[in-house]
């Protein structure tokens, strides 16, 4: 069974700029959630997406944005990129909530 | 509010001795689930174990055992006869029921664990 996928693995953007990131889940897993993870801070999570409804969100402003779409797949967007979101940012997917998360590998954002 | 701590911030050893990692938890909540997670430096977080409130049963697998108890909040994990393998950061979590729709899974800080040959 394939893993959790996550792309890319690296971004390095410019302050004021967006992003996206992607990730595509366990083939079964609905839920897919997010996390920041960063050294001052240690991992934080952004939000959860259960069958393409937000189900939960964590603590971060509204610059952070995600969807997931019919097949489960999951994309993150961060707007006007400040030089605090430097951070891995991780998927995870899951059956629910009370269930083990698989995480993906992560992608690296720099912002300069 | 639910929280996770986990004192250790780094933890150094030489291999083939035992190391107990510590993880105490608060919530309110009588339902809830406690996981352990492996981070190698390759970065992918890597599930252990979970245990349920309900559950207070040690397990062992292997090197690996993790003591729960309740009494205390804390659900330790211990590795016997460390190797340089072991060598990861190691995270605590606990997730809970939602309520009205929503919960937000906990974190601890992290205990990075150094295994020296």
């Known amino acids: 069974k394939a893993g959790v996928t996550q792309t890319p693995r690296y971004l390095i953007k410019t302050r004021g700029q967006q992003v996206t990131l992607s990730c595509s889940p366990i083939?079964?897993?609905?839920?897919v959630s997010w996390y920041q993870q960063t050294p001052g801070q240690g991992l934080q999570f952004l939000f959860e997406?259960?069958?393409?409804?937000?189900?939960n969100k964590g603590n971060f402003p509204g610059r952070f944005s995600g969807r997931q779409f019919s097949n489960s797949r999951s994309e993150m967007n961060v707007s006007t990129l400040e030089l605090g979101d430097s951070a891995l940012y991780l998927c995870?997917?899951?059956?629910?909530?009370?269930?083990?998360?698989?995480f993906g590998n992560g992608t690296r954002l720099t912002v300069t | 509010a639910q929280k996770v701590t986990q004192a250790q911030t780094e933890i150094s050893v030489v291999e083939k001795e035992d190391v107990t990692l510590d993880c105490v938890y608060e919530?309110?909540?009588?339902?809830?689930?406690l996981f352990w997670y492996k981070q190698p430096p390759s970065g992918e977080l890597v599930f252990l174990i979970r245990?349920?409130?309900?559950?207070?049963q040690n397990e062992i697998s292997g090197r690996y055992s993790w003591n729960f108890q309740k009494s205390t909040s804390s659900f330790n994990f211990t590795i016997t006869a460390s190797q340089v393998v072991d060598s990861a950061v190691y995270f605590c979590?606990?997730?809970?029921?939602?309520?009205?729709?929503?919960?937000?899974?906990?974190f601890g800080r992290g205990t990075s664990l150094i295994v020296h040959p």
């Open positions: 995870a997917s899951s059956l629910d909530y009370n269930s083990p998360l698989h």
């Open positions: 083939s079964g897993h609905r839920s």
């Open positions: 997406y259960f069958s393409e409804t937000q189900r």
């Open positions: 919530t309110r909540d009588t339902t809830y689930y």
């Open positions: 245990r349920n409130s309900f559950d207070e």
């Open positions: 979590a606990l997730t809970f029921p939602p309520s009205g729709g929503s919960y937000i899974p906990t």
